[in-house]
């Protein structure tokens, strides 16, 4: 039994096991209401492998809980919001009607001109990050804004020069990262990871994690660490880090990819130097869209010289350095095309081309969903949809579980994620008896399965349904020759549950 505190640990089996249980759940929370706000994708959806959407999804029919998958997998790509079809529809009439006059048509009701597109978007993405409006910017992809705030915040010295990122770093980071280095001409061994002490856990403590900060503080340049991470999902404690880092000097960035949208952030408060993310997991703004990136205020201040009142004379003014593009340069003289570059104040001021209004539509429409909640009362939703699914997972009927949950216990210490390490050799058997049966996660290879009860969406109702096929899948995978039903007793949690 876990040492945290879980509601539902301590209910008895029958009860906490019971579908009525999931219901009414349910039928509890304020919140539910919400999954009608998403398309979720029906069993034939999955299965079809013709293109025959056709008009049954419109913005208003209602989703059909008997034929609805079940869609655990918001950690890769969030659903579509109902209303993203209407709003993308307003961005095409706008683009057919008034061609380049869309940059600047003001329609009463209607979406804002594509020109000042990014300002209601950042009042709203400032409240899912904790941050002012002016610290954040929607802009480019989560890689391409690492590499923008890299090529800012990445100032190494002969003293410092080295980055420390985590050794299950995403891969893209870790290319991003070792790709900086080589750009100013250092080694590779430039490249600090943090390992974690055990082999058999990915678990990092905060002690861990100070310690080797503090091991190369002399020589690091920058820390570049996730909100939570996207192999066992856990949260890493970012103002305790940040506040280490700044006491030694160093500057710290974030990848938000699975945080954003899935816990709340104070990003402002917490100090961060600067931070990326994408919008199309817990964002829900569709493949590949658009991205996000924040840089605290204190860096992302444009000044002149004193008694210089001319703005616009690049020569008298001082902010940080950065690869530049015109979208970046101040608005008012934007159009001017003389040469002279005026950063915006904040975030926007790191802006290169003009965004894709296609994307920025797409992402104000699941914004516009955030907007009927907040993140405190997501958070609390998730907390206890993701306890359930906890709880229910260390409840295996047929003996010891064929699975341990790497993700923290501690729920302070994860999001909506949970992460399942089976025992070898049956993970592909496992994912065809989910897939058979219309359930959608996703999966590490060799042995990991990650599991995402959105709280914007998911139902306590899909968690029992899933784990009802899950445990099912995984008597059907032991049984199978070369199951491992002779691997050994399972635990119920690796060591980062402890
Ligand atoms: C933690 C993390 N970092 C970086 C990326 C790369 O994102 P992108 O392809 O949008 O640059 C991902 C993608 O899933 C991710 O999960």
Redesign the pocket.
């Given at each position: 039994m876990s040492k945290f505190n879980n509601q539902y640990t301590r209910i008895e089996d029958a009860e906490l096991c019971s579908k009525q249980f999931a219901k009414r759940e349910d039928e509890k929370d304020a919140l539910s209401k919400l999954r009608s706000e998403f398309i979720i994708p029906t069993k034939g959806d999955l299965k079809n492998k013709k293109f025959d959407f056709k008009q049954k999804h419109g913005t208003t029919s209602q989703n059909n809980s008997h034929d609805e998958s079940i869609y655990l997998c918001g950690n890769?790509l969030g659903l579509q919001p109902r209303r993203t079809k209407e709003y993308v529809n307003r961005y095409l009439d706008t683009w057919a009607s008034k061609g380049v006059l869309g940059h600047f048509t003001e329609y009463e009701g209607g979406l804002p001109p594509w020109l000042h597109i990014d300002e209601a978007i950042k009042e709203q993405t400032a409240k899912i990050v904790g941050a002012l409006p002016s610290e954040v910017v929607i802009m480019e992809?989560?890689?391409?804004n690492?590499h923008l705030l890299m090529s800012s915040f990445y100032r190494p010295t002969k003293d410092r020069w080295k980055i420390m990122i985590e050794g299950k770093?995403?891969p893209?980071?870790h290319y991003a990262v070792l790709s900086q280095i080589a750009n100013h001409n250092f080694d590779p061994s430039a490249l600090i990871t943090i390992e974690p002490p055990s082999s058999t856990s990915p678990y990092l403590s905060n002690e861990h994690i100070l310690s080797v900060i503090s091991q190369h503080a002399a020589t690091t340049a920058l820390v570049l660490l996730?909100g939570i991470q996207?192999y066992s999902g856990q949260f890493f404690d970012i103002e305790l880090i940040t506040r280490h880092c700044h006491a030694l000097g160093i500057i710290v960035g974030w990848?938000l990819?699975?945080a954003v949208g899935n816990v709340p952030l104070k990003l402002h408060d917490w100090n961060a130097d600067f931070a990326a993310w994408?919008n199309?997991?817990y964002m829900n703004g569709g493949p590949?869209v658009i991205?996000g990136a924040f840089v605290h205020e204190r860096h992302g201040k444009v000044e002149r010289a004193a008694g210089d009142s001319n703005m616009n004379n690049d020569t008298q003014l001082t902010y940080r350095p950065r690869l530049s593009g015109w979208w970046g340069s101040d608005k008012s003289s934007r159009f001017r095309m003389d040469n002279n570059f005026v950063p915006i104040t904040g975030a926007s001021g790191f802006q290169l081309s003009n965004p894709s209004a296609l994307d920025m539509t797409s992402v104000m429409a699941s914004l516009d969903v955030f907007s009927l909640t907040t993140m405190d009362a997501l958070r609390e939703r998730s907390l206890r949809l993701t306890g359930y699914l906890e709880a229910r997972l260390l409840r295996y009927e047929g003996g010891e579980a064929p699975y341990t949950i790497i993700t923290p216990s501690n729920p302070a210490e994860r999001g909506a994620q949970i992460s399942v390490l089976l025992k070898p050799g049956l993970l592909d058997h496992v994912l065809h008896h989910l897939e058979e049966n219309d359930v959608v996660v996703d999966e590490r290879k060799p042995d990991v399965l990650r599991i995402a009860p959105a709280p914007l969406y998911n139902t306590f109702l899909d968690v029992h349904r899933f784990i009802v096929i899950f445990h099912e899948a995984c008597r059907k995978a032991l049984a199978k020759p070369g199951g491992a039903g002779e691997h050994g007793k399972g635990v119920p949690h690796g060591t980062a549950a402890t």
């Open positions: 890769s992809t989560l890689t391409a690492l770093a995403f893209s980071d996730p996207f990848d990819a699975h994408c199309y997991k590949g991205g």
